[in-house]
């Protein structure tokens, strides 16, 4: 039955209270207040960044004790499954926006450690624009939506963005990783995930070692295409959060290895770059990732508001046995979480919100404020005391606890940067580089796409300037596509930060010769190929399909993809042999870009119908313009004649065919492996196919 939010049952959820049937409504009815005022207040301000996301809860497992480099519990004891709650999300849209927006992906977990809560919280790439908390709000107001008509929603490719950019020479590194197909994910389950900044592991005898962060998905690091992205956005904007909801639903739960890089304290200063910089990462070739433990999310939460809105993460939630290092992008974020949670969840006691609660119990004496949950039923609220027999007290020593690593400090107060932060370029040209022709496409034409939607010429050609000194060949390519000139000589912009003995000489960009010319762990094309687990499959059917159809589904399903029947109408369709098959979805509804790859079953009238319908020849244009596999059967060859695929390749040669996707009569192993090798982007000619 109904109540109000004091257990009052209500007997009348229809009327308000009035004075009389056509009287006026009474400031005494209680109820209807309470219930009008409640959701007044059912909205509470989105983030200020990472607005939109998806969130679930799983587990970590560790595969060894970390023992000599930690004494975090919980990565040092193998039998214990620590419960967590992992967030993704894009940074720049609003709640409301697309999940396909080219952006960075936040990679936010909490782990409800034996020792309270410990909070990862990092992104799908592994550095950053800039370099100084200070930058952050800059950054961010030049990425959000113009202030005077908030446009664009969800989109860098504006010129408050690259205004902005074109002055920060630091952010080269971050912007081909975001210029790259990494922007663009599959789908949350299969994204790296990076701590970004250096942090400390302490073990017990107090010493410390330097530490970088990985998470490597088990299925593989997987994109969409550009087109392919913006395409999405319209046919479904929720189509991450439905992937990773779908996923787990359907129990393929998605999983993460947690990888750890490990740096001795005395090799602080043995790298070209600086550890504390977070705009560098450190080449896989030079500190290898040791593979440490497993996450896997295997339960979508039951409430998006109460858990996926309401959780708080924060840089400063530790345990003992992890710490942090003076990286000035890291200080900043400490002081700015707890601060964002005071506004966003309006209360000091966000931390009694229940999917914020640490499992082990808080004692403390902070009391009250705003929406406080908890009864404190002692006498005291202050320690020392003796009221209390002294308690809640200090933990002792051998108790544990968190003790803060004894780094020596002896400087000057000064507001300037490190000498050793100001290599802007060699790491950006070494991750150009590392990229396989595909990829070095994608940038370029994200690049240009981005350039050209500016409409101060003057910014366009000041990225130009910066882009020559990434890579020649790269800026000499995107000038071609704005239909300009590479800059004769490339100015380093204006640098704003002055040091404090006014030597700006001192300080101005620069690019060292990098130690490593290519990592093979930052392209995409060297990941796992190996698996078609949770691939969404189109199969396109009509009346008179051959029965036969239902072989290669189970085949697929078998290896865990997932099938869908489109039809040109929904309902069922009839086989060749008279049995009726439920459709799952129209060409109405459905869309090419919303699945990984097509198949096309024979049929004799079944492909004389869809060869009559516009929508599947553009389904597989589609499917062929973003280089997904493609398989037909019999005479649905006739299907494909009707395509652009025909005007591409011979398609009576089914050798010739395979090698670029295009599996002829299948074999079921054959779409298999195909479907594995998520797409042949060597294929692509984006803006020449007609679809
Ligand atoms: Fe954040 N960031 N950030 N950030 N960040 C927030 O906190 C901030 C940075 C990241 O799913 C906010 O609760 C500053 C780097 C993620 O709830 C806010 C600086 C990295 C999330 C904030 C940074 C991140 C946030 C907004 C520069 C990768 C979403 C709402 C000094 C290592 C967490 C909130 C979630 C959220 C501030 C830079 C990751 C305002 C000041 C670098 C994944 O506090």
């Known amino acids: 039955m109904l109540t109000t939010n004091q257990g009052l049952l209500i007997n009348d959820n229809q009327n308000s209270l009035k004075s009389g049937s056509r009287g006026s409504t009474l400031l005494e009815d209680f109820i209807l207040r309470e219930k009008i005022t409640h959701f007044d207040h059912e909205r509470i301000p989105e983030r200020i960044v990472h607005a939109r996301g998806a969130a679930a809860h799983g587990v970590f497992k560790l595969y060894k004790p970390l023992a000599a480099y930690t004494k975090a519990k919980f990565l040092n004891d193998t039998s214990r499954e620590t419960p967590v709650f992992v967030r993704f999300s894009t940074v720049a849209g609003s709640r409301g926006s697309t999940d396909l927006a080219r952006d960075v992906r936040g990679f936010a977990v909490k782990f409800y450690t034996e020792e309270g809560n410990y909070d990862l919280v990092g992104n799908n790439i592994p550095v950053f624009f800039i370099q100084d908390a200070m930058k952050f709000p800059d950054l961010i107001h030049a990425v959000k939506p113009e202030p005077h008509n908030e446009i664009p929603q969800a989109a860098s ?18 912007i081909m990783w975001a210029m790259s197909d990494r922007a663009i994910p599959r789908s949350y389950r299969m994204m790296e995930g990076f701590g970004v900044h250096t942090f400390r592991f302490i073990n017990d005898k107090g010493a410390s070692h330097f530490v970088k962060f990985h998470w490597k998905p088990l299925l593989g690091v997987h994109s969409v295409a550009w087109d392919e992205a913006q395409n999405i956005s319209g046919k479904d904007p929720d189509f991450h959060r439905r992937d990773l909801f779908e996923a787990i639903e359907s129990g393929a739960f998605p999983e993460w290895e947690l990888g750890v890089q490990i740096i001795p304290e005395k090799d602080e200063h043995k790298f070209e770059f600086d550890l504390l910089d977070p705009t560098k990462l450190i080449p896989e070739e030079l500190v290898p990732v040791q593979i440490v433990g497993k996450l896997t999310l295997n339960r979508n939460p039951d409430n998006f508001f109460a858990e996926t809105e309401q959780v708080a993460f924060h840089p400063g939630h530790l345990v003992p046995g992890i710490d942090f290092t003076n990286d000035p992008l890291l200080q900043g974020r400490l002081f700015s979480y707890t601060d964002t949670q005071l506004s966003r969840l309006g209360s000091p006691n966000f931390h009694e919100i229940p999917i914020n609660r640490s499992i082990v119990p808080v004692t403390n004496n902070q009391r009250d404020g705003h929406m406080r949950q908890m009864i404190n039923t002692d006498k005291t609220s202050y320690e020392p005391n003796t009221i209390s027999n002294g308690c809640p007290y200090q933990a002792m020593m051998k108790d544990g606890g968190f003790t803060s690593f004894q780094e020596r400090v002896d400087s000057k107060k000064v507001r300037e940067r490190s000498q050793s932060f100001f290599d802007h370029f060699s790491q950006a040209t070494l991750f150009f580089n590392s990229q396989s022709e595909p990829e070095k496409n994608h940038i370029i034409n994200a690049l240009t796409f981005e350039l050209g939607k500016l409409e101060r010429p003057v ?59 290519v990592s093979n762990a930052l392209s995409m094309a060297n990941t796992k190929k190996n698996s078609i687990k949770t691939r969404q499959i189109a199969f396109l059917v009509a009346d008179g399909v051959d029965a036969s159809f239902e072989e290669m589904k189970k085949g697929l399903e078998n290896e865990g993809a997932v099938v869908k029947l489109i039809a040109p109408k929904l309902g069922t369709i009839k086989t060749g042999n008279g049995k009726g098959i439920t459709v799952d979805l129209s060409f109405l509804t459905a869309a090419s870009v919303l699945f990984d790859a097509v198949y096309v079953p024979s049929g004799k009238t079944s492909i004389q119908k869809l060869t009559n319908e516009y929508d599947a020849i553009h389904f597989i244009n589609e499917a062929f313009k973003h280089c997904k596999p493609i398989g037909a059967s019999g005479n649905a060859v006739d299907l494909l004649k009707q395509t652009y695929i025909a005007s591409k390749t011979d398609l009576a040669n089914k050798k010739l065919c395979m090698d670029m996707g295009v599996c002829l009569d299948p074999a079921i192993k054959d779409l298999v492996r195909s479907i594995a090798k998520h797409r042949f982007w060597e294929r692509e000619e984006l803006r020449k196919v007609p679809a």
């Open 459 to 517: 910014i366009r050609e000041r990225m130009l300037g910066l882009l020559t000194l990434v890579d020649k060949g790269l800026a000499r390519k995107v000038a071609d596509g704005l239909g300009m000139e590479v800059p004769a000589r490339p100015e380093y912009p204006v640098n704003h930060s002055v040091p404090a003995d006014g030597d700006q000489k001192k300080h101005e960009p620069k690019k060292i010769k990098s130690s490593i010319e």
């Open 157 to 174: 490719a504006h010129d408050t963005f690259w205004d902005f950019i074109s002055l920060m020479p630091e952010s080269m590194h971050m």
